[in-house]
């Protein structure tokens, strides 16, 4: 399965290209000074789970006119570079007029102002274009070199609160999401855009101190316009409330209309896994693990934050991929709820060292753990970078249909606490090791799968690597037999 990072398929959105059953879809990528190509396959991965999209990407959105664009019903514009030209911009002008429809993700929100901002990682070149006039009405917002200056503060988590829960878009959904995202603000709107949500702006963390607008829409001639100011990264997307509004948003902008069915998942359906970070860098290859699935939705939360409500009310399996040790007395109560429930766990790489003072965790669920300090006879255990790893399969299960032995270049833990009625499922012959890689937990309540590999990028792209945890994630939720 191709990886995140890989470049999206260049493609001509030319007549008949699109399944005729579906909503065509054409996703614009290519320069960005967000890093569209960890996005872009998010935001595809995002549509064709809804199964209502035909989706294609395209990366020169210069070569569009208006006969390729003729068989597509919505331009998703993950884009922030360049001019395209007058035949293009007055294709793409006359294709959202003419009643069809356009969704704006984040970056995308100030492409085409009176300084392009034609470098990567925010770099401005000094570069100066003439503005789109056009596209300003398009999506509803300028931005402004101030003052107050267009911008936003420092990157956190915030509360999402829907400003109009009769559209369409929002209709059916709570009444709040939680987004870790940026915030835009001081956007100058223009007349006629319609506010779907908000966010309190904090002025602690330079915020204006009042609620700017997140989501809203803006009609252009007989077409539809739905933008979303969400979306820095593949992180950012993964989050729940990204997924189910820019899904939602793109078939409403390009029918008018949108089918609650299509872009949920629950009982009977595919399985719902919640992701939690937190606590430990890794890198942004980790979430490629969970895209390209229809029969898996992965939702991203951060510890404690995920552990915050009841998480067996909406998730099928919990994926620790975080690095903590205190958690409150009600995180922990809904913790230990979910897994005594009977839901799965599968506990990744540094969330073996999760809750070292945690007994019943690290002994009955886990079945072991990374020990940060010596306890009693056992001492601290140890890592070592950048190790070639033997990484042969143990007898079978379920969790290894698939996988092969494997050679891999990743982090290798020593002197771990692993519990003698552990069910070893991969093991390594390297030194810098205890041996095991892989095992079931003893634990009888609950399916838990416990991977100790899985450090960087060279590990989460491996086709093998990447086969286990999609094994184990289904396996836990008892979906692999």
Request: hydrophobic share 40%.
């Amino acid at each position: 399965m191709p990886g995140v990072r890989e470049l999206a398929l260049l493609v001509t959105a030319s007549a008949g290209a699109f399944g005729a059953d579906r909503l065509g879809a054409l996703i614009i990528s290519g320069r960005n000074n967000h890093d569209w190509r960890e996005t872009t396959p998010f935001l595809r991965q995002a549509l064709d789970a809804t199964g209502r999209f035909d989706v294609r990407v395209t990366e020169e959105a210069a070569g569009l006119n208006a006969s390729a664009l003729g068989a597509c019903q919505v331009l998703v514009l993950n884009y922030n570079g360049k001019r395209w030209g007058a035949t293009a911009e007055n294709a793409v002008e006359q294709f959202v007029r003419s009643g069809k429809g356009m969704v704006v993700v984040h970056g995308a929100s100030y492409a085409f102002g009176e300084m392009e901002v034609l470098g990567d990682n925010h770099k401005r070149t000094g570069v100066f274009e003439p503005p789109w006039p056009e596209y300003a009405r398009m999506t509803g917002v300028k931005w402004s070199e101030g003052p107050p200056r267009s911008g936003h503060g420092k990157r956190h988590i915030f509360e999402v609160k829907w400003a109009d829960r009769a559209h369409p878009v929002a209709a059916g959904l709570p009444e709040t999401f939680l987004a870790s995202d940026e915030l835009y603000h001081h956007l100058i709107f223009e007349p006629g855009v319609h506010v779907l949500a908000t966010a309190f702006d904090d002025p602690r963390i330079n915020g204006t101190g009042k609620d700017e607008p997140v989501l809203w829409t803006v009609n252009y001639g007989k077409g539809r316009v739905f933008h979303t100011t969400l979306g820095h990264d593949a992180a950012a997307m993964l989050g729940e409330g990204f997924m189910a509004s820019f899904a939602r948003g793109a078939e409403w902008a390009a029918s008018g209309i949108v089918t609650p069915a299509a872009v949920s998942t629950g009982p009977g359906g595919g399985v719902r896994a919640l992701v939690v970070t937190g606590g430990h860098d890794h890198e942004a290859s980790f979430y490629s693990l969970f895209e390209g699935y229809k029969d898996l939705r992965a939702t991203v939360s951060p510890h404690p934050i995920a552990f915050r409500g009841d998480p067996g009310q909406r998730y099928d399996v919990l994926v620790l991929y975080d690095m903590a040790q205190e958690i409150g007395e009600a995180q922990k109560k809904n913790l230990r709820a979910f897994v005594e429930s009977g839901k799965g766990l599968v506990v990744l790489h540094h969330a073996l060292a999760d809750y070292n003072g945690w007994a019943w965790w690290h002994r009955e669920v886990v079945g072991g753990r990374y020990l940060l300090e010596p306890d009693g006879e056992r001492p601290k255990s140890a890592f070592k970078h950048d190790e070639w790893i033997r990484a042969t399969p143990v007898g079978e299960h379920p969790v290894l249909k698939g996988v092969s032995p494997m050679l891999l270049f990743d982090e290798t833990y020593k002197h771990m606490e692993i519990s003698p009625q552990a069910k070893v499922l991969l093991k390594t012959d390297n030194p810098t090791s205890d041996g095991p890689l892989a095992w079931i937990s003893p634990y009888a309540k609950s399916r838990v799968v416990v991977i100790q590999l899985g450090h960087g990028r060279e590990a989460h792209m491996h086709p093998g690597y990447r086969q286990l945890v999609r094994n184990a994630v289904m396996w836990a939720a008892g979906r692999l037999r």
